[in-house]
Nanobody, 116 residues
Framework: QVQLVESGGGLVQAGGSLRLSCAVS????????MGWYRQAPGNQREKVAV???????NYADSVKGRFTISRDNAKNTVYLQMNSLKPEDTAVYYC??????????WGQGTQVSVSS
């Protein structure tokens, strides 16, 4: 059974930093892409950042220049370094993984709260 285990969320003041991690465990086909999404209360889930197997990245405009996504293919782990955090970054952050055999997996979510 495939599991995505997220860690690194928490409460931070505006301007601070957090680093999220998502480790994939279990038997899984080769990973094609890994990404982070977030959902704030009353809002739809939105893409934050995605990285493909080749290391190509894509970011939401709202986080460009502040967040950095990276991955360790050997460890099946994806990271999200979040700097210069703003109160509007407050949300539940979800890890997402897609494989070459078209399966798609989600983590349980980790809360990120940024105080002003």
């Amino acid at each position: 059974q495939v599991q995505l285990v997220e860690s690194g969320g928490g409460l931070v003041q505006a301007g601070g930093s957090l680093r999220l991690s998502c480790a994939v465990s279990g038997t899984i086909f080769t990973i094609k892409y890994m990404g982070w999404y977030r959902q704030a209360p009353g809002n739809q889930r939105e893409k934050v950042a995605v990285i493909d197997y080749g290391g190509n990245t894509n970011y939401a405009d709202s986080v460009k220049g502040r967040f950095t996504i990276s991955r360790d293919n050997a460890k099946n782990t994806v990271y999200l370094q979040m700097n210069s955090l703003k109160p509007e970054d407050t949300a539940v952050y979800y890890c997402n993984v897609g494989t070459w055999d078209t399966n798609d997996y989600w983590g349980q979510g980790t809360q990120v709260s940024v105080s002003s």
